[in-house]
């Protein structure tokens, strides 16, 4: 079969919205796409109109994955000065560009034992490689793409975030000494959280966190009687080490978990190069599929921004990358 038209792939899916929740389109174009070309494909169903794609020829030894959501706000493709830019240009669409490439160099060369998962949700939930955890065809080994300067991970951070809430009393803001603020509650808990003491790994780092959301009060002139605040944190370890360290803050703060995801330790191949990401991602919902790896074109730093963008050389160089890691893997088991 001729060579997959990398670019121009990689730029119909990203000007096909997928922001997460309306991923069926795209979804649907890598189905066809997939079929025209012989491959057995299944639409794994998520939930209403959302559904992952599991494309096969023999049983699988070795799956590419990832997702084809993103988050918002959507923008089309454009091509500027050697880099593909667009929403989903390296958080996933490129690298899915790159994996089916991929895909279809090996089959060409009579390598069938290679398969592709492309999920939907990655971006809020995870519900697509939940569901496809259950469905799971016994491969050895999963090939997740996120990008990574083309770099295979040997480790991701974890996430733990969790909702901090306040309570106190209302009163008319003339007299504050009435009322019992909620905001200030939160606010003192906020400040100390700068200086607990976090755990560490000496391979992962320093645990991090981001306050992300906070809302509180219901009017510029009355004590607080409510306040909350939602904190992210990139884990290196359990998550109930973390939460042990939080149960110190001061007051009477109410703590809530809302996301636990766990880290990870990853599969490595010599030759390589290697790094330690700060992201997650679906690998801890898709232990069914094989030992993990992780790697794709493009960085995370421009991921989710609004000049998201991958180098066209660093795109075709991870067709490569992909071909290579996942013969040699193949060769391992052999």
Same mark, same amino acid.
């Given at each position: 079969?001729?060579?997959?038209?990398?670019?121009?792939?990689?730029?119909?899916?990203?000007?096909?919205?997928?922001?997460?929740?309306?991923?069926?389109?795209?979804?649907?174009? !890598?189905?066809?796409?997939?079929?025209?070309?012989?491959?057995?494909? !299944?639409?794994?169903?998520?939930?209403?109109?959302?559904?992952?794609?599991?494309?096969?020829?023999?049983?699988?030894?070795?799956?590419? =994955?990832?997702?084809?959501?993103?988050?918002?706000?959507?923008? =089309?493709?454009?091509?500027?000065?050697?880099?593909?830019?667009?929403?989903? &240009?390296?958080?996933?669409?490129?690298?899915?560009? &790159?994996?089916?490439?991929?895909?279809?160099?090996?089959?060409?060369?009579?390598?069938?034992?290679?398969?592709?998962?492309?999920?939907?949700?990655?971006?809020?939930?995870?519900?697509?490689?939940?569901?496809?955890?259950?469905?799971?065809?016994?491969?050895?080994?999963?090939?997740?793409?996120?990008?990574?300067?083309?770099?295979?991970?040997?480790?991701?951070?974890?996430?733990?975030?969790?909702?901090?809430?306040?309570?106190?009393? +209302?009163?008319?803001?003339?007299?504050?000494?009435?009322?019992?603020? +909620?905001?200030?509650?939160?606010?003192?808990? /906020?400040?100390?959280?700068? =200086?607990?003491?976090?755990?560490? $790994?000496?391979?992962?780092? $320093?645990?991090?966190?981001?306050?992300?959301?906070?809302?509180?009060?219901?009017?510029?002139?009355? !004590?607080?009687?409510?306040?909350?605040?939602?904190?992210?944190?990139?884990?290196?370890?359990?998550?109930?080490?973390?939460?042990?360290?939080? $149960?110190?803050?001061?007051?009477?703060?109410?703590?809530?978990?809302?996301?636990?995801?766990?880290?990870?330790?990853?599969?490595?191949?010599?030759?390589?190069?290697? &790094?330690?990401?700060?992201?997650?991602?679906?690998?801890?919902?898709?232990?069914?599929?094989?030992?993990?790896?992780?790697?794709?074109?493009?960085?995370?730093?421009?991921?989710?921004?609004?000049?998201?963008?991958?180098?066209?050389?660093?795109?075709?160089? =991870?067709?490569?990358?992909?071909?290579?890691? +996942?013969?040699? /893997?193949?060769?391992?088991?052999?």
């Amino acid at each position: 079969m001729a060579a997959v038209d990398l670019v121009r792939v990689a730029r119909t899916l990203i000007d096909i919205d997928s922001t997460t929740g309306k991923e069926a389109d795209a979804a649907g174009w !890598v189905a066809r796409w997939l079929r025209r070309r012989g491959y057995d494909v !299944v639409e794994q169903p998520v939930t209403a109109r959302r559904f992952n794609v599991y494309a096969t020829l023999d049983p699988p030894e070795v799956v590419l =994955s990832t997702h084809i959501d993103c988050v918002p706000p959507f923008f =089309s493709s454009r091509e500027e000065n050697g880099c593909l830019y667009g929403r989903g &240009a390296c958080d996933a669409k490129g690298i899915l560009a &790159a994996q089916m490439a991929a895909l279809e160099r090996l089959r060409d060369s009579g390598e069938r034992r290679v398969g592709l998962l492309v999920v939907v949700g990655e971006e809020r939930g995870s519900h697509g490689a939940r569901a496809a955890n259950k469905r799971a065809p016994g491969s050895r080994y999963l090939i997740n793409g996120e990008p990574t300067d083309n770099r295979l991970a040997t480790a991701t951070k974890g996430v733990y975030r969790v909702r901090l809430s306040t309570s106190g009393r +209302a009163a008319h803001s003339a007299y504050p000494e009435l009322g019992e603020s +909620a905001v200030e509650k939160l606010v003192d808990a /906020l400040v100390a959280l700068r =200086s607990l003491d976090l755990p560490v $790994d000496p391979v992962l780092g $320093d645990t991090t966190y981001t306050v992300g959301m906070l809302s509180g009060g219901v009017a510029p002139n009355v !004590v607080p009687p409510a306040a909350e605040a939602d904190v992210n944190f990139r884990t290196v370890g359990p998550a109930e080490r973390l939460r042990e360290r939080l $149960d110190l803050l001061p007051g009477a703060v109410s703590i809530d978990d809302v996301v636990i995801v766990p880290p990870v330790r990853l599969t490595t191949v010599p030759g390589f190069d290697t &790094a330690v990401f700060s992201f997650t991602t679906d690998i801890p919902f898709l232990d069914a599929w094989g030992k993990p790896l992780l790697l794709g074109p493009g960085s995370v730093h421009v991921a989710h921004s609004a000049e998201e963008h991958v180098k066209v050389d660093e795109l075709v160089r =991870s067709v490569d990358l992909y071909e290579k890691l +996942a013969r040699e /893997l193949l060769a391992g088991d052999g």
